[in-house]
């Protein structure tokens, strides 16, 4: 059971510090919404597993329940036993459950099939991220083109309508003489007061 593959992975990511072991680390995980991935001991308590699946759901994270119980865990990650863990990276919680998948593809199938899919997307953003500050250092720009006009529609690229002038009780208001800063009209006369 030591040469077991799911067993390595777990142990490189605990290496790497991609794991959290515990229900309150594996908790404040998922709040932050930072686990990937919950694992359960094959043999954790129910109130165990009504937890990990609350984490779960507040985390939006997949949580499964592995065929290894809390002994070869805890023995794993040095420890009398472990019930809960998760994966904070998206590379090695699809590795684990591929491996997974390959023992039990009815059970694991579909959780490995969705998690690769995310993995695969985190990939092409470093990936893009990599080349946008490769761009950066050595001073590539984007070109810059003018947005182009829309027709149809949509309110930009045409005229503001003009406002109406206002009208008073007198009537019409009066129009702006030339040159002078404030419309014609009636005036306020007074004096401020001070509360």
Not at 6 to 18: E, F, I
Not at 52 to 68: K, M, R
Not at 74 to 80: A, D, E, I, K, T
Not at 163 to 177: F, I, L, T, Y
Request: aromatic share 4%; hydrophobic share 35%; with cysteine.
């Amino acid at each position: 059971m030591l040469n077991d593959p799911v067993l390595h992975l777990l142990g490189l990511a605990k290496k790497a510090g991609r794991l959290e072991v515990g229900e309150e680390p594996v908790g404040a995980a998922c709040r932050a919404r930072q686990a990937k991935l919950v694992l359960l001991a094959a043999d954790a308590a129910p109130n165990t597993r009504r937890r990990a699946a609350h984490f779960g759901d507040a985390g939006n994270v997949l949580w499964l329940e592995t065929p290894f119980d809390k002994a070869q865990l805890g023995f794993l990650l040095g420890r009398s036993s472990c019930a809960m863990l998760a994966l904070t990276d998206a590379g090695f919680s699809a590795a684990i459950v591929e491996k997974l998948a390959a023992r039990d593809p009815d059970k694991y199938g579909p959780a490995a099939r969705q998690l690769r899919t995310r993995a695969d997307r985190v990939l092409q953003r470093q990936r893009e991220q990599r080349q946008h500050e490769k761009n950066l250092r050595q001073g590539k720009h984007k070109p810059w083109a003018p947005p182009p006009k829309e027709e149809g529609p949509s309110q930009r690229g045409r005229p503001r309508p003009q406002k109406a002038a206002r009208r008073s009780k007198d009537g019409p208001a009066p129009s702006q003489p030339p040159g002078k800063g404030r419309p014609a009209g009636r005036r306020l006369t007074g004096t401020f007061r001070k509360p």
